[in-house]
């Protein structure tokens, strides 16, 4: 009967085992490489859709701009809409007081618009003459400061003392006496004019030493009666 020689399991036998385990677990490796780096690398240099490329922000952006804009364009300075215009206003004369060579008459200024209305300052008052209409002499000169904002509802007075001094008082190679037909009024802020029929004689030089039509700030109501 044959004997089968012995395993050595001495220091050759179990270094070699050691050496095998050492090569299988480099083979190891090398089928499998570097897996783990690669997701780490893929993280850090390839960013994921939910931090990547800035634009959703940038695009945000564009319209708030524009909305800044927009504001900025709604909050520049506007027409008072409660101003009281020409068509707004019926105008007459009240009756005269007054002495000294000079009458003073309310010239009256009343909201026929339907709603309300503001109306503040000096009006322009001139003599006007023939059927044009012409300007005689100077227009009226503002006397004393300008009052405070006046708010005439529908059917309210305002009104402006206006003082005419009687030609009587000047030297007629100084006033040159003129016919007029009445007033052109201009209400305060305004540019069209209303007509007010006032006949009477005037002053046709622009040049006087004072005044012959002189004109006080708006107030309200409708001024001596």
Same mark, same amino acid.
């Given at each position: 009967?044959?004997?089968?020689?012995?395993?050595?399991?001495?220091?050759?036998?179990?270094?070699?085992?050691?050496?095998?385990?050492?090569?299988?677990?480099?083979?190891?490796?090398?089928?499998?490489?570097?897996?783990?780096?690669?997701?780490?690398?893929?993280?850090?240099?390839?960013?994921?859709? @939910?931090? %990547?490329?800035? +634009?959703? *922000?940038?695009? !945000?952006?564009?319209?708030?701009? #524009? /909305? &800044?804009? $927009?504001?900025?364009?709604?909050?520049?300075?506007?027409?008072?809409?409660?101003?009281?215009?020409?068509?707004?206003?019926?105008?007459?004369?009240?009756?005269?007081?007054?002495?000294?060579?000079?009458?003073?008459?309310?010239?009256?200024?009343?909201?026929?618009?339907?709603?309300?209305?503001?109306?503040?300052?000096?009006?322009?008052?001139?003599?006007?003459?023939?059927?044009?209409?012409?300007?005689?002499? @100077?227009? %009226?000169?503002? +006397?004393? *400061?300008?009052? !405070?904002?006046?708010?005439?509802? #529908? /059917? &309210?007075? $305002?009104?402006?003392?206006?003082?005419?001094?009687?030609?009587?008082?000047?030297?007629?190679?100084?006033?040159?006496?003129?016919?007029?037909?009445?007033?052109?009024?201009?209400?305060?802020?305004?540019?069209?004019?209303?007509?007010?029929?006032?006949?009477?004689?005037?002053?046709?030089?622009?040049?006087?030493?004072?005044?012959?039509?002189?004109?006080?700030?708006?107030?309200?109501?409708?001024?001596?009666?």
């Amino acid at each position: 009967m044959a004997h089968r020689p012995a395993r050595r399991s001495g220091p050759f036998g179990t270094c070699a085992v050691v050496i095998m385990a050492a090569l299988l677990a480099g083979c190891g490796d090398a089928e499998q490489p570097s897996v783990g780096g690669q997701e780490t690398t893929s993280a850090t240099t390839s960013p994921s859709p @939910a931090t %990547a490329s800035p +634009e959703p *922000s940038t695009t !945000a952006s564009t319209p708030n701009g #524009a /909305g &800044e804009d $927009a504001g900025e364009g709604d909050s520049k300075p506007q027409a008072n809409p409660g101003l009281c215009t020409s068509g707004d206003l019926e105008l007459s004369l009240g009756p005269a007081s007054g002495a000294a060579g000079t009458v003073w008459r309310p010239l009256r200024f009343t909201n026929v618009s339907g709603g309300p209305c503001e109306i503040q300052g000096f009006p322009g008052v001139s003599y006007v003459a023939g059927d044009d209409g012409h300007q005689v002499g @100077a227009a %009226a000169y503002r +006397e004393g *400061s300008k009052g !405070a904002a006046v708010t005439l509802t #529908a /059917g &309210e007075t $305002a009104f402006a003392a206006v003082g005419f001094t009687q030609v009587g008082n000047y030297d007629p190679k100084d006033c040159q006496p003129t016919k007029v037909r009445g007033l052109r009024v201009y209400p305060p802020q305004e540019t069209h004019s209303k007509f007010v029929r006032y006949e009477r004689t005037g002053c046709a030089n622009e040049d006087l030493r004072s005044h012959h039509l002189r004109v006080r700030t708006i107030e309200q109501g409708t001024g001596p009666a």
